[in-house]
């Protein structure tokens, strides 16, 4: 991209920081799956490839909270969002959640696996593209985690998720696919919608990685899938 017309750099205010400390406390205590790293790692890598990817103010406090409401907080949590940081960052923390408990039913379970993935990626059919930003750099972090673990800890790596692994591969392949779909879709040059990512050839950029992070996973656990 010729730097004439790159997109304006993001610029940080105090709801950032706001929003930082928001999912510092959310996440306190929590770790990633299977290992000693404290989770907050996850939403602050994901804001990271957000804000390398065109994103702006709002899509990258919505990436630093995209987990926030889906992993316990509810729609308690997400009606908090929307009066700290606004109307667009709640709606994108919503559409990047597969799973919202009403009050009073956070401790109970989710829905079954399958359904709740079919759901999610059927709702990506019709995300804006600032849902779509913030969910393609959540789910490249995710693969490549999967990605490296894998080759550190091998078949063990299927014992931390609530799906073998042909299901894993299949979502993370789904995704690519609807992903893909919506890149395809959208003309070069102009965003999804009004309110959406000024830049959406980062959007792309980050499509295209997943593909081939995804790409790496399924040749590498082929044997798993197959067992």
Known sequence: MDQSTQPAAATLTGRFTRALEVARRAHDGQLRKGTRIPYLSHPLAVTAL???HGADEDEAIAALLHDVVEDGGGRGALDAIRAEFGDRVA???LGCSDHV????EVDRPKAEWRARKDAYLEHFLTA????LLVAAADKLHNARSIRDD?????SLLWQRFNAGPADVLWYFRSLVAVLQESVEDQPPGTPAAPDATPDPTGYTRLVL??????GEIDLMTWPDQNA
């Open 91 to 93: 709606d994108i923390v």
């Open 101 to 104: 408990a009403e009050p009073g």
């Open 50 to 52: 957000v804000l390398e």
């Open 150 to 154: 894998y080759q550190v800890h091998g």
């Open 128 to 131: 804006d593209r600032s849902v």
């Open 209 to 214: 990685e997943l593909r081939r992070v995804v």
